[in-house]
């Protein structure tokens, strides 16, 4: 990081034109009477969080959501505004737009534009029509082209679609013709997401083992299909589900990744700044007045230990093509690389994973495995942590806890 610190905001706006059925974000449809008041939140916050933050140069602003264009162009504005009063955001930060194809309009656009704008990520998820209805999705891939084509005429380039893999019914060849379609369209930046079914979601209640959603198999190689394709067609895959042209990568995802600090406003929102992490509460009414009335609209907080952030280090980083490096985690974390070195090079010889210079990735092979394989890291780690620091086990001890007991010696996942 430079001497001068870095920050990333994010903007939670949870409104919608209507919920999809996938969806398990803070998000409310057809909640318009709310807005107002909402926006007034979180102008006030800004105006009073803001000049705490004065160590710090905004470099990366992200509106999510729910949709933030549904949001309107205006409300959106006056945030950006309220940003640069401060005298903190640089001219030449990220400002991202998550749209959805149906609520793009040319002079919201243009309007957003001259504020700043220049990077919009718009929620595509399917080339095919009755798949997105499916789901639940209001708009037509017809609609994402003109989306595309608006935001072009805006004088937007840094373009982002976010698309879904393993949905109901969904065969290989309707993700490759998605793909296909989504490649015409030039995009700066492509997000590959694999569906998850969210427990109390109306998906979820209707194709929970159902023999139509796409095998595990099946989800693989569309996974895999996509890196190939993708790789190319010279988008460089950055991190588990997101590829981009050179230059194109989300900087302000690379926060979250890097262990980089940001701040978040809004409903639901989350910061990481310096050792401390918290979140607010989801329920929006809540939110707003506790915002006016100064009550208590944290959800959860924690202050981190050097030992938290390690493990973030190895969890967040190996999500990224640029992964780890020993160096770096001994700068976060003064503790040996030496067990967790071993494991890598196991996970080395069985394909799921490269040292290029230093630093150690997975392949693709060993991202669709991501979530074993970086839970055996960290129990490496945690192994590491109990032989390198004795007076650890000490404290445990006189504690009355009982030590974890290493894991033999033996390679993992045979």
Avoid at 243 to 264: M, T, V
Wanted: glycine share 8%; proline share 4%; charged share 25%.
């Amino acid at each position: 990081m430079n001497e001068e610190k870095r920050l990333g905001v994010y903007i939670h706006i949870p409104f919608c034109a209507s919920k999809c059925a996938y969806c398990d974000f803070c998000s409310l449809p057809d909640r318009e009477k709310l807005m107002p008041y909402y926006q007034d939140a979180i102008l006030l916050q800004l105006q009073e969080t803001l000049p705490r933050m004065k160590d710090y140069f905004i470099d990366s602003v992200f509106f999510g959501g729910g949709t933030p264009s549904y949001y309107g162009a205006k409300r959106l504005v006056e945030i950006l505004q309220e940003l640069k009063m401060g005298g903190r955001l640089l001219k030449d930060s990220e400002i991202t737009v998550e749209c959805n194809p149906d609520s793009v309009r040319q002079r919201d656009i243009s309007e957003l534009r001259r504020e700043g704008v220049n990077r919009i990520s718009i929620g595509a998820q399917s080339a095919n029509d009755e798949l997105l209805r499916l789901i639940g999705r209001r708009h037509t891939w017809h609609q994402v082209e003109l989306a595309v084509a608006r935001v072009r005429r805006a004088g937007i380039k840094n373009i982002s679609l976010d698309l879904i893999y393993g949905l109901p019914s969904q065969s290989r060849k309707d993700w490759a013709d998605t793909l296909r379609q989504a490649l015409k369209l030039k995009p700066a930046h492509i997000s590959c997401y694999g569906l998850r079914l969210e427990e109390g979601t109306p998906l979820y209640e209707q194709y929970k083992d159902s023999p139509l959603l796409p095998s595990e198999d099946d989800q693989a190689d569309m996974y895999l299909y996509a890196v190939d394709l993708l790789e190319r067609q010279g988008y460089h895959q950055y991190e588990i589900s997101n590829f981009s042209r050179q230059g194109y990568e989300s900087r302000h995802n690379l926060k979250y990744w890097r262990l980089g600090d940001y701040i978040g406003f809004g409903a639901a929102a989350h910061s990481n700044v310096g050792m401390l992490r918290y979140s607010y509460t989801r329920n929006v009414t809540r939110y707003i007045k506790g915002v006016f009335e100064d009550g208590d609209i944290i959800d959860e907080q924690e202050e981190l230990t050097a030992f938290d952030r390690a493990s973030e280090y190895l969890m967040l980083g190996m999500r990224t093509t640029w992964g780890i490096s020993k160096e770096e985690y001994m700068e976060v974390y003064r503790s040996a690389f030496d067990r967790l070195e071993e494991t890598l090079e196991v996970f080395r010889q069985n394909g799921w994973a490269e040292n290029a210079d230093g630093r150690w990735h997975f392949t693709p092979g060993g991202f669709l495995l991501s979530n074993v394989l970086i839970g055996i890291l960290l129990e490496s780690q945690t192994q590491e942590r109990f032989n390198a620091n004795p007076w650890i086990k000490e404290a445990f001890e006189a504690l009355g806890q009982k030590v974890p007991l290493p894991v033999a010696d033996e390679p993992y996942l045979n």
